[in-house]
């Protein structure tokens, strides 16, 4: 059957608008006409669609180390290396409260410490954090938002502090005049600590070297450091203490003979002392009044027994007749 020349296909309005002239009335002009925009727009979109697929591969996060281990004080970086990125943007986010660190290249957070660090002509998007504390323990998480939905990797960052020990027991015992010699290893430590001082009772003494105190450093996996004293006298006598850079110190007690003060010697203790030899002259007193008072007694009462018996009557059985 034959259309009417009314309703004509959509390759007809193309190849011969002339046609549509001799159509009978105006209608089919004026449908033309209309249809002519939405036609063209239609035309644009489906030849979008085909380029976007020819040519904007999805995109897909690449390898990256999923662990990070930074020691206190340190810079942390964690990596997201991203292919295909194109228009979308990516966003760093801390899972412990869910807050948005950045997104983009616009950082959301007034902690300065966080930072999105990326290169030119590198597909990695790295999140910086200086400074790190044992806080900034947690997971980390990149997220882009995609066609299909919200895809994400994921990073855990571990915050180490280093410890000192010295390999000696809690207390150290020498004779004066010995050499004195202490070891400090530093444990946990991602990265040799910036320096290692030494304290004498609160005083650092890594630099008196007209006492014969020397420190030497040797940096590597377990740093250690020695204190040697040459002599040591009874001034060196008390704590000593192991302090490296963003570790927990470790401390000692040295004793040099001759240093340990005797117990008498305390006012405490001589006070002590003086009570007792208070308390023992006290005793001897009341000894020695006690002793007169019996010898005085014996004295009277031999008297008195005396003086009964001359003054007693002479019993019948001594009467001479």
């Given at each position: 059957m034959a259309l009417p020349h009314s309703i004509l296909s959509r390759s007809q309005l193309w190849a011969s608008p002339s046609k549509v002239m001799t159509a009978p009335g105006s209608l089919a002009l004026l449908l033309w006409?209309?249809?002519?925009?939405?036609?063209?727009?239609?035309?644009?979109?489906?030849?979008?669609?085909?380029?976007?697929?020819?040519?904007?591969?999805?995109?897909?996060?690449?390898?990256a180390p999923g662990n990070t281990t930074v020691q206190v004080g340190g810079t942390a970086y964690l990596h997201c290396p991203v292919f295909n990125l194109g228009e979308r943007q990516l966003t760093w986010i801390r899972r412990r409260d869910w807050h948005i660190l950045t997104h983009g290249a616009v950082t959301f957070t007034t902690d300065d410490r966080f930072q999105l660090v990326k290169e030119e002509h590198v597909d990695d998007w790295v999140l910086q954090i200086k400074h790190v504390v044992a806080r900034d323990t947690g997971s980390y998480e990149c997220q882009v938002t995609a066609d299909s939905g919200i895809r994400s990797r994921r990073v855990d960052l571990k915050v180490v502090t280093p410890e000192a020990f010295i390999l000696a027991d809690e207390e150290y015992h020498?004779?004066?005049?010995?050499?004195?010699?202490?070891?400090?290893?530093?444990?946990?430590?991602?990265?040799?600590?910036?320096?290692?001082?030494?304290?004498?009772?609160?005083?650092?003494?890594?630099?008196?070297?007209?006492?014969?105190?020397?420190?030497?450093?040797?940096?590597?996996?377990?740093?250690?450091?020695?204190?040697?004293?040459?002599?040591?006298?009874?001034?060196?006598?008390?704590?000593?203490?192991?302090?490296?850079?963003?570790?927990?110190?470790?401390?000692?007690?040295?004793?040099?003979?001759?240093?340990?003060?005797?117990?008498?010697?305390?006012?405490?203790?001589?006070?002590?002392?003086?009570?007792?030899?208070?308390?023992?002259?006290?005793?001897?007193?009341?000894?020695?009044?006690?002793?007169?008072?019996?010898?005085?007694?014996?004295?009277?009462?031999?008297?008195?027994?005396?003086?009964?018996?001359?003054?007693?009557?002479?019993?019948?059985?001594t009467i001479v007749f």
């Open positions: 006409i209309l249809l002519l925009p939405t036609l063209i727009s239609s035309e644009n979109e489906a030849n979008s669609k085909r380029d976007r697929s020819s040519y904007d591969p999805p995109f897909l996060f690449g390898d020498i004779d004066r005049g010995s050499s004195l010699s202490l070891v400090c290893i530093i444990e946990k430590a991602t990265t040799p600590p910036q320096y290692v001082f030494w304290y004498h009772n609160e005083r650092m003494i890594n630099y008196d070297s007209e006492r014969g105190i020397s420190v030497t450093t040797t940096p590597g996996r377990k740093t250690h450091s020695q204190l040697f004293i040459q002599k040591a006298d009874i001034s060196d006598s008390g704590n000593y203490t192991c302090e490296p850079s963003s570790s927990i110190p470790a401390s000692i007690q040295v004793f040099v003979s001759g240093s340990e003060v005797k117990p008498w010697v305390t006012s405490g203790s001589m006070l002590i002392q003086g009570g007792f030899l208070s308390l023992f002259a006290g005793l001897l007193v009341f000894h020695t009044t006690c002793q007169e008072l019996l010898v005085l007694t014996s004295i009277s009462f031999s008297s008195h027994t005396r003086s009964i018996l001359l003054k007693a009557p002479h019993s019948p059985s």
